[in-house]
């Protein structure tokens, strides 16, 4: 009868729950298990005692539809250099690991973007610890797998709000600039924008120029279409390259971005009336889109199945139609950024979308 963890790590997103559930059937309901839930991913794992929840079956029952994760989770605080209230850094990781032998466990899932998923395996790997992990995040950069959980519900809330902007802009006669997230990576952008109907999508694999986002807007005009809507990705830089994300003075806080600085530039080029609306951390929470909650699902059973073939140090993933197991060193060494030459820009491009030069 083993006994595991699961942690959730990083940014929360929609259909973590759905996972947790997922692996609380398979492990508690098939094989028996007693699954441990770690609070606040490696945080939970530091505190002495460890902070820890015993999750049964009728513990997560109702959390197919719940939005964030019921254990907490946490980006802040590499582990490696964790930040000490005296404001030096400190190496935590022999705390982490004497948590996980205190609390005896067999092994621990780690459901991670690519960032957790490599600060989780550096961990194991120093404390001999059994992991599998499963990806998550919105931004659907970790390597390999085709899908993310997460992912497909931030498309879904984009695409609204793409809609929604369709029918403001055309009463107003406006540029509308939705500004999404994705970290380093345009995939949100550029799904939901061919989604959406966006006229321009800028994503950060492929460079622009506020010119041809201008040309696009007149084209427009020309035939009779007074608005327009623009999909920007945050980690759009400005024409010279510059990052535009301003924050407060400790960091601590966003105050603008690339959406405030292109609705400037195409004023500027257009005379247009533009507005702009950052959809920020909308596109995290709420319920999982079916897609998720499938993901979630088949995620969590082979993750426990890994466990129960003692195949460790391996990541769920995603690929033509199956769920295939694969090194999670394979999955983090793959950063999976958009392709340039790939299907959906092809489409956006077929459909006469401005998405860069
Ligand atoms: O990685 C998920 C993500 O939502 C990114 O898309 C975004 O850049 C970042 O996290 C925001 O992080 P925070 O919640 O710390 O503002």
Redesign the pocket.
Known sequence: RKRIGILTS??D?AGLNAAIRAVVYRAVGTYGWEVIGIRQATHGLMSHPPQVTDLGIEKVDALLTAGGTVLGTT?KGNPFAFPMPDGTVCDRTQDIIDGYYQLHLDAVIGIG?DGSMAILRKLAQHGGWNLVGIPK???NDVGITEHSIGFDTAVNTATEALDRLHFTAASHSRVMILEV???DAGHIAISAGIAGGADVILIPEIPYTVANICRKLEERQSQGKNYSLVIVS?AVRTEAGEVVSITNRLGQC?LGGIGDYLADRICDCSGAETRVTVLG?V??GGTPSPLDRLVAAAFGVAAVDLIAEEKYDHMVTWQNRQVVSVPIAAAIAHYQAVNPEGTLVKTARGLGIYLGD
Do not use: K, L, S, V
């Open positions: 990083g940014g997103c980006n973007g995040t919105i931004d997230m994705g970290r945050e966003r951390h596109q995290r």
